[in-house]
């Protein structure tokens, strides 16, 4: 017998947001925030993750409202930067990725670090007002975080921080809460990677869901 399942792309797409909201606790954040932790949540396919999910204080209104004035968004992976949805863009805002920029190889060894670390040189100029978006490498958020210690150095306008591992990435995040440079958000613990990062640019990119 053939299966039978759901057809319609628009209905799956409808009642799995509305899954979420029935079955996630969602009470602490404010509108902005519960439309990213819900993208997010969606992305994941994991009820339970707006526990690790915590933003600063504004940071989604400061986050798109850069947008909205063209920042660009800086992805510390490819995995990332192909994955933001074009058409959600406010202004058509550039979505860079340097990790395969010309010399990074050879700057990782003089820098004694990760390509993904030293990919984030290429963003030293241009991060006044950016969207920094790290959703693979602790080194990255780290370095990113060393860089900010520098008053010289640009401050971006938002960091959007889900690293995931086994190694770093919870210690980046937490370093990352610490501090707050800037208005960030973050998923606690070992939980991140490229599909919630891009779920949370996607989110504050458009309130459409």
Same mark, same amino acid.
């Given at each position: 017998?053939?299966?039978?399942?759901?057809?319609?792309?628009?209905?799956?797409? &409808?009642?799995?947001?509305?899954?979420?909201?029935?079955?996630? +606790?969602?009470?602490?954040? &404010?509108?902005?925030?519960?439309?990213?932790?819900? %993208? !997010?949540? *969606?992305?994941?396919?994991?009820?339970?993750?707006?526990? *690790?999910?915590?933003?600063?204080?504004?940071?989604?209104?400061?986050?798109?409202?850069?947008?909205?004035?063209?920042?660009?968004?800086?992805? &510390?992976?490819? !995995?990332? /930067?192909?994955?933001?949805?074009?058409?959600?863009?406010?202004?058509?805002?550039?979505?860079?990725?340097?990790?395969?920029?010309?010399?990074?190889?050879?700057?990782?060894?003089?820098?004694?670090?990760?390509? /993904?670390?030293?990919?984030?040189? *290429?963003? %030293? &100029?241009?991060?006044?007002?950016?969207?920094?978006?790290?959703?693979?490498?602790?080194?990255?958020?780290? *370095?990113?975080?060393? !860089?900010?210690?520098?008053?010289?150095?640009?401050?971006?306008?938002?960091?959007?921080?889900?690293?995931?591992?086994?190694?770093?990435?919870?210690? /980046?995040? +937490?370093?990352?809460?610490? +501090?707050?440079?800037?208005?960030? !958000?973050?998923?606690?613990?070992?939980?991140?990677? /490229?599909?919630?990062?891009?779920?949370?640019?996607?989110?504050?990119?458009?309130?459409?869901?």
């Amino acid at each position: 017998m053939p299966y039978e399942y759901e057809k319609n792309g628009q209905a799956i797409y &409808d009642e799995s947001f509305a899954t979420i909201r029935r079955e996630a +606790d969602l009470a602490r954040f &404010d509108k902005d925030e519960e439309q990213v932790a819900v %993208r !997010m949540i *969606h992305a994941a396919g994991m009820i339970g993750l707006e526990d *690790h999910v915590h933003f600063s204080p504004g940071m989604v209104a400061a986050a798109r409202t850069a947008m909205e004035n063209g920042a660009p968004i800086f992805c &510390d992976a490819r !995995m990332v /930067s192909e994955g933001v949805t074009r058409p959600r863009l406010p202004v058509d805002n550039e979505v860079i990725c340097t990790l395969h920029a010309e010399g990074i190889y050879e700057l990782a060894k003089e820098i004694g670090n990760t390509r /993904s670390a030293a990919a984030l040189e *290429h963003w %030293r &100029d241009r991060l006044g007002g950016a969207i920094v978006a790290i959703g693979n490498a602790p080194t990255a958020l780290f *370095h990113l975080l060393n !860089m900010m210690e520098d008053p010289t150095c640009p401050r971006p306008a938002a960091i959007i921080g889900c690293p995931v591992g086994f190694i770093g990435a919870a210690e /980046s995040k +937490d370093a990352l809460w610490a +501090d707050q440079p800037v208005p960030c !958000m973050i998923v606690k613990g070992r939980l991140g990677g /490229s599909a919630m990062t891009v779920a949370a640019i996607n989110a504050i990119a458009s309130r459409k869901e």
